[in-house]
C-alpha cells in the first residue's frame, strides 16, 4: 500500500460574494476529488489546538501527525533546518519576508500594501537580502536568503518574549500598531527602518518599479522560534516519507521528521508553479521505494492571502486535474494499490485574506475499498455533515495509516 497527502494549504473557506455566496470549494470543478470523496470517507478535522495561532506551521505539523503541544518551538526555526542553517540552543530565529510599504516618511505610518513584494523572484530576493545582510549582519545577528519573500533572520542570544504580527495579517492596513513590541523590540524595528534605507534605492527595485512591479521596500520580522525537536516520521510510523514542496516551512518540517524533502524545478508556492513536476516528483518517489509522500501545494493560500476567488479557484482546479487524476490514473494503471488523504491544512477566507482556526473538510480514499464512500462531493458544508469529527488533528495521520 502506497500513501499519498494531498495537501491544499487554505484551500477551505467561507462563502464568497464574488461566487454569490458559495465557497471556492462548491464552485471549483474538480471531478478527480469528487469522485474521491463520493467513494471516500469524508468528514472534518481541527487541525489547530486550542491557544495556537492558526499558521500553516501547526496546521501542516498536526496533519502529519505531530502534537504540536508537545513538538511546537515556532515557525521560523523549521524554515531555518531547510534553508540548511545550524541552529545553537540559544539562537532565536524570526521569518523575515520582504515587504512592500507605502512611501510616507514615518515609518509607523506606512500601510502594508503587499506582503510578498509582488512574489518577488527567489533570484532578485537573494540580492537584495545579501545587500542588506553586508551591512547589517553582526557576531549575534544574521540575515540568510530563503524562497520568494521568504528569508531568515538568526539572533544568537535573542529571546522569543516578544509581539510580532504576521504581515499577511494586516494587508492593506497602516503598520504603526503592529510594529515589534517585547524584549529587543527597539533592535528588531530599528533593523526593519535600516532595511528600508538600503532597499530603496537599490537596482533590483529600481528595475521592478520601471516593469510595474512591486519593489521590496523592507524587511519584516515575525514568527520568533527555538531550535525544534520533531520526532523521526519513520521511527513514528515505520513508513519512508517524502515530501514535495516549494516553501522551506514544509521543507523544514520534513528535514526536521527526517523525511526526505525533493526540490521540483520551478516550483514556486504560486499558481505558477510547475504543477506536472510536482505530480511526476511525487509519482516517482513512490516508484523509487517511498511507501509514504506529502505533497504540498501553496498557491490556494497565496490566493487567499492575495483575496483573488478566481485565482483561487484555479489553484484547486489545477490540483484536481494536474496532480490528483495523474497520481490516480498512473497508479491506476501499474495496479498499484494506494490510499489518498486530500485536504487543507486550514481555511484561508478570501473575505479575510488571512489564516482562520475552523476545522477543515477531509477525504480517505482507498483504491481497495470504493463500495462504501460519502456519495457527496467536497465542500466545507458537505463535510459538516457527515458528523464525522476528529478533535485532535494530529490523531488523522494514525486513522489514514491505519495504525
Not at 172 to 181: A, E, F, M, Q, S
Not at 246 to 252: R, T
Amino acid at each position: 500500500m502506497k500513501y499519498i497527502v494531498i495537501l491544499g494549504d487554505g484551500m477551505a473557506d467561507y462563502p464568497v460574494d464574488y461566487f454569490d455566496g458559495k465557497t471556492i470549494l462548491e464552485v471549483a470543478d474538480k471531478p478527480t476529488i469528487d469522485y474521491m470523496c463520493a467513494h471516500g470517507e469524508l468528514g472534518m478535522c481541527k487541525t489547530v489546538q486550542d491557544g495556537m495561532k492558526p499558521g500553516s506551521d501547526v496546521a501542516n505539523l498536526s496533519v502529519m501527525g505531530y502534537d504540536t503541544k508537545k513538538c511546537y518551538s515556532g515557525r521560523s526555526p523549521l524554515e531555518a533546518a531547510s534553508i540548511g542553517v545550524e541552529m545553537l540552543d540559544d539562537d532565536v530565529t524570526f521569518r523575515t519576508n520582504l515587504v512592500t510599504l507605502s512611501d510616507e516618511e514615518n515609518y509607523a505610518d506606512k500601510t502594508m500594501v503587499d506582503y510578498s513584494s509582488g512574489e518577488i523572484t527567489t533570484e532578485e530576493a537573494a540580492e537584495l537580502v545579501n545587500a542588506v545582510a553586508e551591512k547589517l549582519n553582526t557576531d549575534k545577528i544574521k540575515f540568510y536568503p530563503g524562497i520568494s519573500y521568504r528569508h531568515l533572520c538568526v539572533w544568537n542570544g535573542g529571546s522569543t518574549n516578544v509581539e510580532l504580527t504576521p504581515p499577511h495579517d494586516i494587508s492593506d492596513r497602516v503598520i504603526g500598531d503592529y510594529l515589534p513590541k517585547g524584549d529587543n523590540a527597539e533592535k528588531l524595528l530599528e533593523m526593519m527602518i535600516e532595511s528600508e534605507k538600503i532597499l530603496k534605492d537599490h537596482p533590483i527595485n529600481k528595475k521592478r518599479v520601471e516593469k510595474g512591479l512591486n519593489p521590496a521596500t523592507s524587511f519584516w520580522v515575525w514568527g520568533e522560534g527555538t531550535k525544534p525537536h520533531v520526532d523521526n516520521f519513520k521511527e513514528k510510523y515505520g513508513l519512508d516519507g517524502a515530501v514535495i514542496s516549494a516553501v522551506d516551512l514544509i521543507k523544514g518540517i520534513a528535514k526536521c521528521a527526517g523525511m526526505r524533502s525533493i526540490d521540483v524545478p520551478g516550483a514556486t508556492g504560486n499558481c505558477e508553479t510547475n504543477w506536472d513536476g510536482k505530480a511526476q516528483a511525487a509519482l516517482d518517489a513512490l516508484l523509487d521505494g517511498n511507501d509514504f509522500v506529502y505533497v504540498h501545494m501553496e498557491a490556494p493560500d497565496e490566493m487567499g492571502h492575495q483575496g483573488k476567488p478566481d485565482k483561487k479557484k484555479f489553484a484547486v482546479e489545477t490540483i484536481d486535474s494536474k496532480v490528483v487524476k495523474f497520481l490516480k490514473d498512473e497508479l491506476e494503471k501499474r495496479n498499484i494499490d494506494y490510499k489518498m488523504l486530500i485536504m487543507p491544512d486550514h481555511p484561508t477566507p478570501i473575505s479575510l485574506k488571512t489564516h482562520v482556526s475552523d476545522p477543515v473538510p477531509y477525504i480517505i480514499y482507498d483504491s481497495t475499498n470504493t463500495d462504501n464512500g460519502s456519495g457527496l462531493t467536497y465542500t466545507e458544508e458537505n463535510g459538516k455533515s457527515t458528523g464525522v469529527y476528529i478533535e485532535k488533528g494530529y490523531t488523522l495521520m494514525d486513522k489514514f495509516l491505519g495504525k
